[in-house]
């Protein structure tokens, strides 16, 4: 909420939103919390925050994410636990760095709850409009045109508008404009940024269909029960009270409950022969398989046709059914994305087990949509070719809402330090999973749906979930993006673990250090007992670093013999052709990313290390002179 909404040019806003979902949201509260004026525009403001897709936050390196932006003080986390229906902790059973939180959310719950919180932000308005085009200004952005004819001014805009830049979809053969079922295309913005020289291709997903749970048959399916001690995605312990459940401001108290509070099941099943037979005889009738569509699909995730042509050695595929909400009958098919035609998609889902007599809601379908491949973006995330302007979410190639919510946080403490003439937020990828999503996009690009895995990740032995808040806390102190008594606290908390692991190695039990017993027993009943009077959240990080010091010590090491090239910054317009002895690939690859730094050459797809030693003589050389 801010002093009215304004428009025209003599009245500018620090920031500009360009799209409601989970990115456009992260980068609206972030740039607002941060004191900027801000202004939100969607084309729809009852599907601000859509889960579009499965309403599930979370999962393998995905969890971690919304850790991140927790910590760095986003919205993501407390809004997915509040509205949650279902807690799982991923890999419980194997090591705690991959192991990784996930909710089912009720869908509209966490939708509205966003929206209310986006409403009641200070420094923020909201308004229905689409935009149609970008306001150009001497190779930089200064406001919006919409389809109410209003144009709006800023001294930042941020893009982040998923899927809908002229998105099409498609039933088999039927295609209907829109960015997904039951809402529109957004056309005119991509001719607007082929105005300004930005570089679009494009790209495909795809939704299953949704079915009316009454009509599931759960006999022969196993029940999938939410874990009785949920893993929430916020931190707590540094929170004062106040600040978590049912906060009231302005008199209106926002929806959720206490998480983890009437959790519901989930079920699954499989494909059966004859779920194959269905597929294979109607491949020819499938928009993917009959060339109706252009873009890239996501390999990750792929359609139940990829599944029977690219896996035709297995005999059935796992399904689960999962229900969208409390107060809702409606269920959602993980697993069973498709666009084939709707009689085919009926005789589908009526082969599976527990689907005989099931009744459709709504039809699975694909959809594509123009992006802008991102290593037309610095690494803050704002465009090359064009100053002021950023871009966040499925925009950049990503794929799933934790990508996009991430990426939308940065991109909006980004917006507003441009404006401030302030040093970016960029994370290394030492630091986080978000470090190593916005570097692998900007410097490797994408030519799927990028979606993170921890495999990504070099250091991902450093990114264990619970330490989000402890890696980050600098970032977030140096740009206030969270409140000075949370700081205090993780410092205090962060403190405290590092005395509790260097007592481990110098206190003994049973003739040998604490530390080293623990190494061997891996059993936290063997902490002192001061220890484990301590928080579950102290002592579950003592007892991660002291067990995996070994492992931890290597990456450390490892990041700092790296170090040093990414300190290594390579000037403006830096002429890579001049530079004897590089490979002409190389120097064409490097000149289209236009790295910042040696490091991020190094990362560069082809560009090999023979190249960065070459590059770091020719550097050394021309500093002498």
């Not at 939308?408 to 937020?425: D, F, S, T, Y």
Request: aromatic letters at 8%; charged letters at 25%.
């Amino acid at each position: 909420m801010s002093g009215g909404l304004k428009f025209g040019p003599n009245q500018p806003y620090d920031v500009i939103i360009c799209g409601a979902g989970h990115a456009g949201c992260e980068a609206a509260l972030a740039a607002s919390r941060l004191g900027a004026d801000v202004l939100m525009l969607t084309g729809n403001l009852d599907t601000i925050a859509q889960m579009s897709c499965n309403p599930a936050i979370g999962g393998q390196a995905k969890g971690h994410m919304v850790r991140e932006i927790d910590a760095l003080g986003g919205e993501m986390a407390i809004n997915a636990d509040t509205t949650a229906i279902q807690f799982r902790l991923l890999n419980a059973s194997k090591g705690p760095a991959v192991q990784a939180p996930r909710a089912q959310c009720d869908k509209k719950a966490y939708q509205y709850r966003m929206k209310h919180v986006l409403e009641l932000q200070d420094n923020l308005d909201l308004f229905q409009a689409m935009v149609q085009g970008l306001i150009y200004e001497d190779g930089r952005v200064v406001g919006v045109s919409t389809n109410l004819d209003v144009e709006f001014y800023a001294k930042s805009v941020v893009v982040t508008t998923g899927t809908f830049l002229r998105g099409l979809m498609h039933v088999g053969k039927n295609k209907n404009e829109g960015g997904r079922m039951g809402d529109f295309s957004a056309k005119g913005l991509s001719g607007s940024f082929l105005e300004a020289g930005i570089e679009l291709e494009r790209l495909k997903t795809g939704t299953p269909a949704r079915i009316l749970g009454s009509s599931i048959d759960f006999t022969n399916l196993e029940e999938q029960l939410g874990d009785e001690e949920p893993t929430l995605f916020a931190f707590y312990d540094t929170r004062e009270e106040q600040d978590l459940f049912h906060v009231e401001h302005f008199g209106q108290e926002k929806l959720g409950w206490a998480p983890g509070e009437k959790q519901v099941s989930c079920w699954m099943t499989y494909t059966g022969e004859k779920t194959r037979e269905v597929v294979q005889d109607n491949l020819h009738l499938s928009a993917m398989y009959s060339g109706e569509i252009e873009g890239t699909g996501p390999r990750y995730c792929p359609s139940i046709e990829d599944k029977f042509v690219r896996f035709s050695d297995k005999d059935r595929h796992m399904l689960f059914l999962e229900p969208e909400g409390r107060n809702t009958n409606e269920w959602y098919i993980n697993g069973l994305s498709t666009s084939l035609p709707f009689e085919v998609q009926l005789d589908l889902l009526r082969s599976i087990d527990g689907l005989e007599k099931v009744h459709m809601l709504r039809p699975a379908y694909a959809v594509e949509y123009d992006f802008a491949p991102p290593t037309q973006l610095f690494p803050s995330l704002e465009s090359k070719k064009v100053e002021n302007l950023f871009f966040a979410g499925q925009i950049n190639g990503t794929s799933g809402y934790e990508e996009a919510a991430g990426q939308g946080l940065i991109a909006g403490v980004n917006a507003v330090q441009k404006v401030r003439g302030g040093e970016p937020l960029i994370l290394k990828r030492h630091e986080a999973y978000l470090g190593v999503l916005i570097d692998d996009l900007v410097t490797k690009g994408t030519n799927e749906p990028y979606r993170m895995f921890s495999s990504r990740a070099e250091h991902r032995l450093l990114f264990n979930h619970p330490s989000a808040e402890l890696r980050l806390v600098e970032h977030s102190d140096r740009l206030q993006l969270i409140d000075g008594q949370r700081v205090a606290k993780i410092k205090a908390k962060s403190e405290k673990i590092l005395s509790w692991v260097d007592r481990l190695e110098v206190e003994r039990t049973r003739g040998e250090s604490y530390a080293l017993h623990l190494r061997r027993s891996r059993s936290q009943e063997d902490f002192p007992d001061e220890l484990k009077t301590e928080t579950r959240e102290v002592r579950d990080e003592v007892h991660y670093r002291v067990v995996f010091k070994g492992y931890l010590e290597r990456e450390l090491k490892q990041i700092e013999k790296m170090r040093h090239i990414d300190h290594i910054r390579l000037p403006e317009g830096f002429d890579f052709g001049k530079v004897k002895g590089l490979r002409s690939e190389s120097a064409e690859k490097l000149k289209k990313i236009a790295p910042l730094t040696l490091g991020q050459a190094s990362r560069i797809s082809g560009v090999n290390p023979a190249d960065i030693s070459i590059l770091m003589v020719f550097l050394e050389a021309a500093s002498r002179k």
